[in-house]
């Protein structure tokens, strides 16, 4: 239960995991360190179960009044993993010589920063890199809103920004930051997208810090023909990473 | 107060628009009824407030507390206009001729409803359509997260599914499904884009019903690269809705 805190989640560098779609992805990834299930979800989840066992993982049948305590949720699912923390360091993403990152810099919300990693995973990236200072992505809503892409795409977490750009632009990775203000319309990006490239996306309230978005390489917009004034976070991202997407695999046409 | 709750919106036509960027929507689509504000907003908002009078619109200084009984945020923001409901009928949207449209179709959660109208605002859509059984798009949570796109975008309720598809494809309006196993690559679908198009977006959790889909003139999927299984409802209708509207505006290369 005390992993519903952030204090003890960085302490322990275990997490939670809730429902059966969380779990079975932490399982998948050898992830899951230790299984708590009511008797309910045991037998409607036996299969999971079974795979918890077979993979020499710690199982625990627990009461519902229990279950409630450790799920996070208002209907809480009664199956619950502790797992270890998915974040690896920048270094292991950088030596596998990445082509495409997703780096949300200062993301503070977190519905919006594991609505973010799941259309990363759904698009392709290489790894998305939480920079600066931002929201914990073992956070029980946002490992809920990655419905089970936490454990799916590589995630770093840096705070140093400048540094952390500095070790991109040396690599020969571009840096593109998402800015409703840019002077690239994403529209016309297409020769920008065909290399290595690292999308910087800002805070959902306050916008990406202008001095991060002067450091990167080309600021880029995405066309509004309506009335809005901009786009939520995760909108944005998923435009700019799918039009990369498309633009990567050829099938512009 | 009582505004809150769905069933009074229903019975009074009215609802609820916190915080200074809604209010200010809300003035400028002439839909404020009343203003209430804190003495602290009313000097912070002095403008706005000022728009109100010259309006003609009622204003009411409040005391903070009454202010965090009007608003449901964590932090009010003790600035919360009373407005009269933005939706209108099919008719008249119909009498329009439109040509490009957003139907979520049994949307549930609140948050996910006001992202889709903001992202349908930002491409340019001509309305949103929903349908079936829907969370009222007057709901707080909802109004918050159109960041002002309810007041800009004219939103249309209907319950009856198979009247609206049929209206509309006796229009000449192509209905679209978003759905993952489509038989259509959104990548491919340029030439299905080009006249009047009608997106139908399921719900969050169950998807699109397969009656529904079937009913479409065509499914269109996203191609995911990676191991997401699918992409959560606002990420899809930002990609879908932008994919139209680039092909729409020519601006494909």
């Known amino acids: 239960v005390k992993l519903h805190r952030s204090a003890q989640r960085r302490k322990t560098g275990e997490f939670l995991a809730e429902g059966a779609n969380a779990v079975e992805a932490a399982l998948d990834a050898r992830h899951a360190l230790r299984l708590f299930h009511t008797a309910e979800l045991g037998h409607r989840e036996a299969g999971l179960v079974g795979r918890a066992h077979a993979a020499g993982i710690e199982v625990y049948p627990v009461s519902a009044k229990s279950a409630r305590q450790l799920g996070d949720t208002i209907t809480p699912p009664g199956l619950v993993a502790v797992c270890r923390q998915v974040d690896v360091p920048l270094d292991t993403v950088l030596h596998a010589l990445p082509t495409m990152l997703a780096i949300p810099v200062g993301v503070a919300e977190p519905g919006n920063a594991g609505t973010l990693i799941r259309v990363a995973d759904a698009v392709g990236v290489d790894a998305v890199i939480f920079l600066g200072d931002t929201v914990d992505p073992h956070n029980g809503k946002c490992v809920r809103a990655t419905a089970g892409s936490l454990f799916h795409v590589p995630i770093v977490r840096t705070h140093d920004v400048a540094a952390t750009l ?87 046409g």
Do not use: K
């Open 166 to 252: 500095d070790v991109l632009s040396a690599l020969g990775i571009r840096l593109l930051a998402a800015a409703a203000d840019g002077e690239v319309d994403l529209d016309h990006a297409e020769e920008l997208l065909a290399g290595p490239v690292a999308w910087l996306f800002g805070n959902e309230a306050h916008g990406l810090d202008p001095a991060v978005a002067a450091r990167a390489d080309h600021r880029v917009r995405i066309r509004i023909h309506g009335r809005a004034e901009s786009l939520n976070l995760a909108a944005a991202a998923a435009i700019c990473l799918y039009t990369n997407a498309r633009v990567r695999h050829g099938s512009s």
